[in-house]
């Protein structure tokens, strides 16, 4: 499972991983949202709301439970939303707490000091703050000289992070830290039957070098990036700086507000499907690549159907577990974080010149396909 002889444009040296102490299962989850049903049902009987299961919530994403940083406020029907507590500005914010711990283990796999790292990209779909930038407190808390930004493309931010970060190297950087905290339980709306149980909280770091760096334990060269969006409300957060400003009355009671997590589950379906498979169809195709010749898809963890039949599109066949890993059983969906979780939990097994393709896609539209070969 060779690729074509072509020079890599960077290299992929280490990643890392931050999972939270605390999970949440599809049945407690469950228990909490049936109880709030029940509480709302009997104060608002011309508007009930239908209870939901922990078989529906599988057979509907394929998620069994989730990672989260506050279990308890989350199921609590009084409140349903985590409990995180605001930090003095001279306390490291919770945001970058983990995307430290992600980015700590990943320098430790590549046995790299701050000295050694010459940018950090924060890529998420949330910041904390708008600022400072979160990157730059990061960057601070690591010791890291250099320079840092945040960017954010909704679930896509990993792909399009590692494509800026190949960018950079070609600026003068030596290599470049991309971090990916999401606390995605912070903005969705545990009352909205539909969507409540998507989201779990996570941190993933990638430390990505240039292609003769001697670094890494088990490093993947990167031969092409390739991004794409295309313009859709159909997964939609209008939370923003700019509510104060308009007045807006934001009722977090409300299941239907808009200032949480949005989507039209069907309707994203069946239009980025096709969309993301035909976009990582045609870079295999522009490299040289049969879809026959790769080891492994590490896809964003969205929804298991959507990425069996993603896979399936670019394979012209189902794919095994092994070639198309699946976290978000466990993880839940991840937003950014997600197809990086896959790369970190499943890039065993390769061997030099193996050849595997890492996705990121969400909001906006947004995509990325990254192609990367076992050194």
Same mark, same amino acid.
């Given at each position: =499972? &060779?690729? *074509?002889?072509? &020079?890599?444009?960077?290299?992929?040296?280490?990643?890392?991983?931050?999972?939270?102490?605390?999970?949440?299962?599809?049945?407690?989850?469950?228990?909490?949202?049936?109880?709030?049903?029940?509480?709302?049902?009997?104060?608002?009987?011309?508007?009930?709301?239908?209870?939901?299961?922990? *078989?529906?919530?599988?057979?509907?994403?394929?998620?069994?439970?989730?990672?989260?940083?506050?279990?308890?406020?989350?199921?609590?029907? $009084?409140?349903?939303?985590?409990?995180?507590?605001?930090?003095?500005?001279?306390?490291?914010?919770?945001? %970058?707490?983990?995307?430290?711990? %992600?980015?700590?283990?990943?320098? %430790? %796999?590549?046995?790299?000091?701050?000295?050694?790292?010459?940018? #950090?990209?924060?890529?998420?779909?949330?910041? @904390?703050? !708008?600022? *400072?930038?979160?990157?730059?407190?990061?960057?601070?808390?690591?010791?890291?000289?250099?320079?840092? /930004?945040?960017?954010?493309?909704?679930?896509?931010?990993?792909?399009? +992070?590692? @494509?800026?970060?190949?960018?950079?190297?070609?600026?003068?950087?030596?290599? #470049?830290?991309?971090?990916?905290?999401?606390?995605?339980?912070?903005?969705?709306?545990?009352?909205?039957?539909?969507?409540? /149980?998507?989201?779990? $909280?996570?941190?993933?770091?990638?430390?990505?070098?240039?292609?003769?760096?001697?670094?890494? !334990?088990?490093?993947?060269?990167?031969?092409?990036?390739?991004?794409?969006?295309?313009?859709?409300?159909?997964?939609?957060?209008? /939370?923003?700086?700019? $509510?104060?400003?308009?007045?807006?009355?934001?009722?977090?009671?409300?299941?239907?507000?808009?200032?949480?997590?949005? !989507?039209? +589950?069907?309707?994203?379906?069946?239009?980025?499907? *096709?969309?993301?498979?035909?976009?990582?169809?045609?870079?295999?195709?522009?490299? $040289?690549?049969?879809?026959?010749?790769?080891?492994? =898809?590490?896809?964003? @963890?969205?929804?298991?159907? =959507?990425?069996?039949?993603?896979?399936?599109?670019?394979?012209?066949?189902?794919?095994?577990?092994?070639?198309?890993?699946?976290?978000?059983?466990?993880?839940?969906? &991840?937003?950014?974080?997600?197809?990086?979780?896959?790369?970190?939990?499943?890039?065993?097994?390769?061997?030099?010149?193996?050849?595997?393709?890492?996705?990121? /896609? +969400?909001? +906006?539209?947004?995509?990325?396909?990254?192609? #990367?070969?076992?050194?």
């Amino acid at each position: =499972m &060779t690729a *074509p002889a072509r &020079t890599p444009v960077a290299r992929i040296l280490s990643t890392g991983l931050f999972t939270p102490e605390q999970s949440v299962s599809n049945e407690e989850l469950v228990e909490s949202y049936n109880a709030w049903v029940e509480k709302w049902n009997a104060a608002h009987p011309d508007d009930p709301k239908e209870p939901s299961s922990a *078989p529906f919530i599988e057979k509907a994403s394929g998620i069994k439970s989730r990672y989260v940083l506050d279990k308890e406020g989350m199921l609590d029907i $009084d409140r349903m939303r985590p409990r995180l507590p605001q930090r003095e500005n001279d306390e490291l914010s919770i945001m %970058a707490e983990i995307a430290v711990a %992600a980015a700590r283990e990943a320098m %430790a %796999a590549a046995e790299l000091g701050p000295e050694d790292i010459d940018a #950090v990209l924060c890529a998420a779909s949330n910041m @904390q703050r !708008q600022y *400072p930038a979160m990157a730059v407190e990061i960057q601070e808390a690591l010791g890291i000289g250099g320079y840092a /930004f945040d960017m954010n493309v909704a679930c896509a931010s990993a792909a399009f +992070g590692i @494509q800026t970060a190949v960018g950079l190297l070609s600026t003068g950087a030596r290599r #470049v830290l991309m971090v990916n905290p999401e606390i995605c339980t912070a903005h969705i709306n545990f009352r909205d039957r539909d969507g409540h /149980f998507i989201f779990g $909280d996570v941190a993933t770091a990638v430390i990505v070098g240039h292609a003769d760096d001697p670094h890494g !334990q088990q490093p993947f060269d990167i031969l092409d990036t390739r991004l794409k969006t295309q313009f859709s409300s159909n997964i939609r957060n209008n /939370f923003g700086f700019l $509510d104060p400003a308009t007045d807006s009355v934001i009722d977090w009671d409300d299941p239907n507000t808009d200032k949480l997590f949005k !989507q039209r +589950g069907r309707a994203v379906f069946k239009e980025v499907v *096709p969309m993301v498979a035909a976009m990582i169809a045609e870079h295999l195709e522009d490299n $040289d690549i049969a879809p026959s010749s790769l080891k492994r =898809m590490w896809l964003h @963890q969205a929804n298991l159907s =959507m990425n069996e039949l993603i896979a399936k599109r670019v394979l012209g066949r189902e794919a095994t577990r092994e070639e198309a890993p699946v976290v978000l059983d466990e993880y839940a969906n &991840t937003s950014s974080a997600g197809s990086i979780i896959a790369f970190h939990k499943h890039k065993d097994g390769f061997e030099h010149g193996d050849i595997g393709v890492v996705s990121g /896609f +969400g909001a +906006g539209y947004s995509a990325g396909s990254i192609i #990367v070969r076992a050194v």
